[in-house]
């Protein structure tokens, strides 16, 4: 039996290598371009957003597990941050809920200005 490769198994293919490779390279940065991804594959911005977490969770766990190993983090730093982070992400999953698509969307857009420049400004 003969598979048939689509352009859209090749574009989830090409997508995912992506974004873990992203993701491993620089952090959470992977959410970024599954945002971007998802939103080209039809979603919403909502569903993109929420999907881009979903994807981002394993990869993140691997990623962490892999550093942690080599050395490269330490638990002490990390823990400092986690109940703060975790307040902030149960803040933002119900600000998400009240706000538009369109609305969503602008501020993603902001952020991602924000981030680049940042970066380009290093």
Same mark, same amino acid.
């Given at each position: 039996?003969?598979k048939?490769i689509?352009?859209?198994?090749?574009?989830?293919?090409?997508?995912?290598?992506?974004?873990?490779?992203?993701?491993?390279?620089?952090?959470?940065g992977g959410?970024?371009?599954?945002?971007?991804?998802?939103?080209?594959?039809?979603?919403?911005?909502?569903q993109?957003q929420?999907? +881009? @977490?979903?994807?981002?969770?394993?990869? &993140?766990? =691997? !990623?962490?597990?892999?550093?942690? /190993?080599?050395?490269? *983090?330490?638990?002490?730093?990390?823990?400092?941050y986690?109940p703060?982070?975790?307040?902030? +992400? @149960?803040?933002?999953?119900?600000?998400? &809920?009240? =706000? !538009?698509?369109?609305?969503?969307? /602008?501020i993603?857009? *902001?952020?991602?200005?924000?981030?680049?420049?940042?970066?380009?400004?290093?």
């Open positions: 039996m003969v048939v689509t352009v859209k198994k090749v574009s989830i293919v090409v997508s995912g290598l992506t974004i873990g490779l992203i993701n491993a390279l620089f952090g959470a959410g970024l371009i599954a945002v971007t991804f998802l939103l080209k594959a039809g979603l919403s911005q909502k993109a929420a999907t +881009a @977490l979903c994807i981002i969770l394993p990869l &993140s766990i =691997i !990623s962490s597990v892999v550093y942690l /190993k080599k050395g490269y *983090v330490g638990l002490e730093s990390a823990k400092a986690l703060y982070s975790l307040t902030g +992400a @149960l803040i933002g999953t119900a600000l998400m &809920s009240k =706000i !538009s698509n369109r609305i969503l969307k /602008k993603f857009a *902001v952020f991602m200005l924000w981030a680049g420049i940042r970066l380009l400004m290093r």
